[in-house]
């Protein structure tokens, strides 16, 4: 089947280290996102990238950066982790070709903590 | 740009009982909006959406959603809820674009048997 899928799926790090998050997907997608899902704060958009050449910033982009490696990698990085960056993260896709842009597919998640 | 609001956070029900989760949204531009259930340890899962037509929407698992325009709501409804539907929901819209996605903080539904 085609999959979104996130490596690691758990992580814990120390304050200052440098982590990747990497996505997958087998889809065919050209659009490409991470979200942020904290208790009572649901979810909350990072970067989106809608091709490979394209990168945007979302709505709580500051202490990240992405890199989109192929149309089917998209890669999230904490150059200096600190502890309220713990959170479970998600990567989503979008098809702009099929017209149904609109609906995103969801990884499984990355457990981030920090300590 | 848009905002969600959910209206509840939690939401206990007896199993078989109606439910019904709000949702509010706000927004100066046209919208379309979804509906996102998330079972433990997993991802999303899209439930229905709205893109345009009819203001009924007809979802998996016997879910349905009614636009309201006038009210900026979608709110999702169950007639019969199972054990099963224990999750969190999630309202969320998008501009006609697909740009950006905004979602609500969730409601936490627990079908009490």
């Known amino acids: 089947d085609a999959d979104v899928t996130q490596t690691p799926r758990n992580r814990i790090t120390k304050t200052g280290k440098r982590i990747m998050l990497e996505c997958s997907q087998t889809k065919g997608h050209d659009r490409m996102y991470w979200y942020r899902q904290d208790p009572g704060l649901g979810l909350r958009l990072i970067y989106y990238s809608f091709d490979v050449k394209d990168i945007n910033k979302g709505e709580i982009s500051d202490g990240y950066s992405v890199s989109r490696q192929a149309q089917a990698k998209f890669s999230l990085s904490l150059e200096s982790a600190i502890p309220n960056q713990t959170a479970l993260y998600f990567c989503a896709t979008s098809d702009s070709g099929t017209g149904n842009y609109n609906e995103q597919f969801f990884g499984p998640g990355t457990r981030l903590t920090v300590l | 740009a848009q905002s969600v609001t959910q209206l509840d956070s939690q939401v206990p029900v007896f199993e078989e009982a109606p439910v019904e989760l709000r949702c509010n949204y706000s927004s100066s531009v046209s919208v379309y909006l979804f509906w996102y259930v998330q079972y433990p340890n997993q991802g999303l899962q899209l439930l229905l959406k709205?893109?345009?037509?009819?203001?009924l929407v007809k979802g998996i698992n016997g879910f349905e959603a009614e636009f309201n325009k006038s009210q900026t709501s979608f709110h999702l409804r169950k007639p019969s809820v199972h054990i099963s539907d224990t999750a969190e929901y999630f309202c969320?819209?998008?501009?006609?674009?697909?740009?950006?996605?905004?979602f609500g903080t969730g409601t936490s539904l627990t079908v009490i048997p």
């Open positions: 969320a819209v998008s501009d006609w674009g697909g740009n950006q996605f905004y």
């Open positions: 709205y893109l345009s037509g009819s203001t």
